[in-house]
């Protein structure tokens, strides 16, 4: 559709392939040098060790994931929403896309979903740690908190293990904030994180790529808005349901992925 109504001069077009093929050779140049691994690694250690000491954390995210249509069009579904943590067991989350309105709350005892488009919702009886609710809704009930990784209590050893090559490719800007940005590999995935310089190192950006996935797509989040400590605003981790709002079982619940239903999954 784009080359049918869009016409593009061909100087242009020849301009941008130029531009295309620079960026390249400098990529290929900058890969072909070892970069300071050890820094990578000691920094990702930082983080964790910064994240984990945390006791209250709120960020505002924005997140894209991309999917891959049967004629091999890469899209990105585009959430925002807001996160509240406190350690051990307390988290409070949103999520608005195109598709879905959730809030979910977790108080230590009970999961609760809101899906306030659907004026549907669902508990869990899930009594545990972050950590410990992150794995059961990933594996039990399929529904992933965004940005998962990078809340559990020790980022470094669920991440790092499983790494088979580490970049350091120097520094970005994400949002304002000067960070260091690495990329790891592991057999799966890569990922790309850019850790926030400073006394303060929270992950600005993470990116998720599935290279064995045609046209190699990718999970994006992107965190700010970042407050520790007593810059939190008090939580009462509950959910005030609306009124006629119906009871679903987690299974049932529609809408709360940020794929959505009708996005139907290849088989």
């Known amino acids: 559709m784009l080359e049918e109504n869009i016409e593009i001069p061909k100087t ?3 301009r941008i392939v130029s531009l295309a093929v620079a960026a390249l050779a400098g990529l290929a140049i900058s890969s072909t040098a070892h970069g300071d691994e050890a820094f990578a690694k000691n920094r990702l250690k930082a983080m964790s060790d910064y994240m984990a000491a945390q006791k209250a954390i709120y960020f505002d995210y924005d997140s894209t994931l991309e999917v891959v249509s049967s004629d091999n069009q890469k899209v990105g579904l585009a959430s925002s929403g807001k996160m509240t943590l406190n350690r051990p067991d307390k988290i409070h989350g949103t999520r608005t896309g195109g598709f879905a309105d959730i809030e979910f709350t977790f108080d230590g005892k009970t999961l609760t979903f809101l899906g306030k488009n659907a004026n549907a919702y669902a508990q869990v009886d899930a009594p545990g740690t972050i950590d410990h ?5 990933r594996d039990k009930y399929h529904r992933p908190v965004p940005g998962a990784d990078l809340l559990l209590s020790n980022i470094y ?5 499983e790494v088979k090559n580490t970049k350091d490719l120097g520094a970005g ?3 304002g904030v000067e960070c260091d ?3 790891f ?3 799966d995935v890569d990922w790309q994180i850019w850790i926030a310089q400073g006394d303060r190192p929270y992950p600005c950006r993470y990116v998720i790529t599935s290279p064995k996935v045609a046209a190699a797509p990718q999970y994006t989040i992107d965190i700010r808005s970042w407050k520790t400590g007593s810059d939190v605003a ?3 981790f509950s959910l005030q349901l609306p009124t006629g709002a119906k009871k679903l079982s987690p299974e049932d619940v529609p809408e709360f992925d940020e794929l959505p239903s009708i996005f139907a999954l290849k088989q």
Do not use: M, N
């Open 12 to 14: 242009t077009k020849i």
């Open 133 to 137: 609710l992150i794995d059961d809704l």
């Open 157 to 161: 050893d669920q991440l790092e293990p």
């Open 173 to 175: 800007v994400i949002g």
């Open 181 to 183: 940005h690495f990329a």
């Open 185 to 187: 590999r592991t057999s």
């Open 234 to 236: 008090a939580d009462s």
